[in-house]
């Protein structure tokens, strides 16, 4: 029964559904037309369409939303199960008598967290095990304490499971997946009479007079106002899904902590759980030397693309023959489309050594370096530079180069005296976007950066190896081990969510310069 | 006042400033002038007239080379100021254009000051050896463009701020200030309203005692009001060229007798 009603399935029925509507509904309104096709309101093709379209949009929308709400409703739930007086969650003595309410709080709450988080794994875990056709629902209703056998028999069977498992976790994850599979089954079921609502109610609907026209257009329109918002809506459901882990991160580490502290260090310690003396996490998870690495090699690299691109720019929009334009410009804008990870060979294997070969391994000791990272991540943004300064500079009225050179003035004393200064805020504003990206630039920095997991201070050195966000950030959710009740992988969080907002103001500062520009010659 | 007032017709001078012979423009396979003979003199408004197209402005922008920058446009035949071929090899484009001057249709104060606008083409030619004697060449620039009472208390102020007229005049100004030899203007006043038009020609009228100017104007009442000399154009040929009051009321070529009483255009 419930194996009928999951999504692709339903989603498939839905789809013939509607293209059969479409055909159902043509030829009836041919049938209702009475053999005059003019005495229609709309074409019998716009009353096919409008069955086809309220058969599908409103199922499949409701599916999409289920899908996406299913997962907020059960984690909702599943708070709703655990109660503060759990076993699992009381502090002991000692602690109720030698900490701070507050300090009772945090870690009460922290705890709580690691017991749901425990259970939703604990419940995926069962589901698949179940799944795998490792047991019955009989069998898994018949479980009981024997919990320390049964975490090594889901783990044989290839299922995730966290560390600590109780009796109180095993029943609340059960519940919880009874829930999980009756929301899993609803949904489908319910877009599925959606479908065959909308299929019915619209062929009824058509006869002489009814406007599928306008409908139609309506149903278009209201698909496009979904299409435009579907990416905002994404941004915001990332934006959501690195708050609330750097929330709690910063909760527990301290914002100042992390955001001042100048040492990266990650020492495995468990959420909740500090491991040093006096409380405190023996992982050291600053931010400055990250943020360091990062604006140290965006700096290289903008210093290398804004002077090649400017005058990459410069040169095609003010002195380039036609014919050279025509050529050099697209070729600019194909290295454009160079895959990061090829300019990151192209650093690792080439410019590495040929830097290291030049400076001497004293100051060079690796052939990963800030200057090979930015170096070339300059190469990589020279286009970038060039094409949007090609753009504002093109946007200088042609006046403004008349008058100039009317008084007698020079093409470069026309570049540098009336078109820099007339273009220099959109040039800046290109610049600041091209900072932006060199910031969340990921994988040059991966291969030609350096790739220590501990730093501590800023390295001054421009041939010595850094650091970076990004680097850590691939570093530690590709790595092996860690779970997400690590402290340092909730700092992996962390560190998206600051670097999200610097690019983001990075970015908006552009938008107002490139906007107040615009209004200069408008 | 009378539109087609044609008084003070004296021509200031007799000496030919700016000389063209056999002139021919062509853009990429469009022969755009077409054999074109004219005499500019010193100290005297010679007015451009003919209907849109006619090639009129085009051959303005022979007079400095600003063709150049026009990468399809090629001028061939002998274009001489004082006596020297403007289109040898060996003149410097540069020098020419500080000596002919020129004011646009569109007013195009660059994005700068007042101050920095007008001290532009001093600034390039070195003209000034110290900022006083820089301030003394703003001031009389913009005095001689009528403007100066209007923008001496906010030089500082961006030229791109002013009205249109106030910007032409700027414009104006900016030409005058590398004191050109000739000053050309193309449709100056296209973009003003009539008030702001009445003083760019009174102010061409000033112009002349110094300079020669050659405006090219839709307007035959302005070619009336501010020339002493008149050509007219039609199809990329120069079709008749002689005194103001001479081609407006006795043409000698029926065309030209069409156009200023209405008939083509």
């Known amino acids: 029964m419930s194996a009928i009603f999951n999504v692709p399935t339903v989603l498939l029925i839905v789809t013939v559904l509607a293209v059969a509507g479409y055909f159902l509904g043509r030829s009836r309104a041919i049938a209702a037309s009475g053999g005059d096709r003019r005495s229609l309101h709309s074409l019998p093709k716009q009353h096919g369409w409008h069955v086809a379209l309220a058969t599908f949009i409103p199922s499949v929308l409701l599916l999409l939303v289920w899908v996406f709400l299913s997962g907020l409703v059960s984690n909702i739930y599943v708070g709703s199960l655990v109660s503060d007086d759990l076993p699992d969650l009381r502090l002991t003595a000692e602690q109720r008598e030698t900490l701070t309410e507050e300090e009772q709080a945090i870690r009460l709450d922290s705890s709580r967290r690691l017991f749901i988080s425990g259970a939703q794994t604990l419940a995926t875990a069962i589901e698949g095990y179940v799944r795998n056709g490792s047991a019955t629902e009989a069998q898994v209703e018949a479980w009981r304490a024997d919990l320390a056998p049964l975490r090594e028999r889901l783990r044989a069977d290839g299922q995730v499971v966290s560390t600590t498992v109780s009796q109180g976790m095993l029943n609340v994850a059960r519940d919880l997946r009874t829930f999980r599979n009756r929301m899993a089954v609803a949904g489908p079921l319910i877009a599925l009479g959606l479908a065959v609502g909308g299929f019915a109610l619209s062929l009824m609907a058509i006869n002489r007079d009814f406007r599928a026209r306008i409908s139609v257009e309506r149903w278009i329109r209201g698909f496009l106002v979904f299409a435009s918002t579907m990416a905002i809506l994404t941004t915001v459901a990332i934006l959501a899904s690195i708050t609330l882990p750097s929330l709690t991160f910063f909760r527990e580490y301290g914002f100042f902590n992390f955001l001042f502290g100048l040492e990266w260090a990650p020492a495995g310690d468990t959420v909740g759980a500090p491991e040093g003396p006096n409380g405190e996490y023996e992982s050291a998870l600053g931010f400055l030397p990250l943020i360091w690495g990062t604006l140290y090699i965006a700096f290289v690299a903008l210093l290398v693309a804004v002077p090649l691109g400017l005058f990459a720019a410069i040169y095609l929009s003010e002195f380039a023959s036609p014919r050279v334009r025509s050529l050099v410009k697209p070729a600019l804008e194909i290295l454009a489309g160079v895959p990061t990870i090829v300019y990151g060979i192209f650093a690792l294997v080439t410019i590495g050594p040929f830097l290291q070969a030049v400076v001497g391994s004293t100051i060079m000791p690796n052939t990963v370096s800030v200057m090979t990272a930015g170096v070339v991540m300059g190469m990589m943004l020279v286009p970038f530079v060039s094409s949007l300064s090609d753009d504002v500079i093109n946007a200088v009225p042609q006046a403004m180069r008349d008058g100039s050179l009317g008084l007698g003035a020079t093409p470069s004393e026309t570049v540098t005296k009336v078109i820099l200064p007339a273009a220099l805020p959109g040039i800046v504003g290109a610049i600041v976007l091209a900072a932006s990206r060199a910031i969340g630039e990921t994988m040059i920095v991966v291969l030609a950066a350096g790739a220590l997991s501990n730093v501590t201070g800023l390295e001054a050195n421009p041939f010595g190896a850094v650091v970076t966000v990004t680097t850590r950030i691939v570093a530690v959710l590709t790595g092996e081990g860690s779970g997400f009740d690590s402290i340092d992988v909730l700092a992996i969080f962390a560190l998206a969510f600051t670097l999200f907002f610097i690019t983001l103001g990075l970015n908006l500062l552009a938008q107002r310069i490139v906007a107040k520009y615009r209004e200069q010659y408008e | ?265």
């Not at chain 2, 007239?49 to 303005?60: A, V, Y």
């Not at chain 2, 061939?76 to 254009?97: A, F, M, S, T």
């Open chain 2, 1 to 265: 006042m009378n539109d087609m007032q044609l008084t003070e017709r004296t021509v200031g001078s007799t000496e030919i400033k700016i000389s063209a012979r056999g002139c021919q423009v062509y853009y990429g396979s469009t022969h755009a002038i077409k054999d074109v003979d004219v005499d500019i003199n010193d100290k005297t408004v010679t007015a451009f007239i003919g209907p849109s197209g006619c090639g009129k402005s085009t051959f303005l922008r022979c007079l400095n080379r600003m063709n150049d920058t026009i990468d399809v446009a090629r001028v061939e035949g002998d274009i001489r100021l004082d006596g020297e071929d403007i289109y040898d090899p060996k003149v410097d484009v540069v020098q020419l254009r500080a000596k002919v001057g020129m004011v646009f249709q569109k007013p195009n104060p660059f994005p700068k000051s007042i101050y920095d606008n007008v001290a532009y083409g001093p600034r390039i030619h070195g003209l000034a050896s110290n900022k006083a004697e820089l301030d003394g060449i703003v001031e009389s620039s913009l005095k001689r463009a009528a403007i100066w009472n209007e923008v001496k208390d906010r030089l500082d102020a961006p030229g791109t701020g002013l009205s249109g007229g106030q910007q032409q005049r700027l414009c104006i100004a900016r030409a005058v200030a590398t004191s050109p030899e000739v000053l050309l203007m193309d449709e100056p006043c296209s973009a003003l309203d009539p008030i702001a038009t009445a003083q760019v020609e009174e102010l061409i009228d000033e112009l002349r005692e110094n300079f020669s100017v050659v405006i090219v104007t839709h307007s035959m009442q302005q070619a009336a009001r501010v020339s002493q000399k008149t050509a007219f154009f039609h199809l990329g040929n120069l079709v008749e060229f002689g005194d103001t009051g001479q081609i407006f009321t006795n043409p000698k070529d029926p065309r030209t007798e069409s156009y200023i009483t209405g008939r083509i255009g």
